[in-house]
């Protein structure tokens, strides 16, 4: 990973393209132009930071927009979405008690 990072209290900055395949990880499909259209035309995309002409995308601020595009469980197509309560999962040493 070619990232900006700047710093041991800060995020990693992620390129678009980084930031693509970071999403398809999580099993989101946003190709870097998806991203960079989302980012000109619309208002609801993961949010970014610039150097320069270069967006970069803050790791975890990427995974909060992630857990907010799911929706809760739905049994039907009739039933009206409703955005999920997802919480960041738990690491093992804080699971235990």
Do not use: N
């Not at 208002?43 to 967006?55: E, F, N, V």
Request: glycine letters at 6%.
């Amino acid at each position: 990973m070619t990232g900006l990072y700047l710093g041991e209290t800060e995020d990693v900055l992620l390129t678009r393209k980084e930031a693509s395949t970071e999403l398809l990880r999580m099993g989101i499909r946003r190709s870097p132009a998806t991203l960079a259209k989302i980012f000109s035309t619309r208002s609801d995309g993961p949010p970014c930071m610039h150097l320069g002409r270069t967006p970069y995308y803050p790791r975890r601020k990427l995974h909060d927009w992630a857990r907010s595009q799911l929706t809760a469980l739905r049994s039907s197509s009739s039933q009206p979405r409703r955005s999920g309560d997802w919480s960041p999962p738990r690491y093992r040493e804080e699971a235990r008690p």
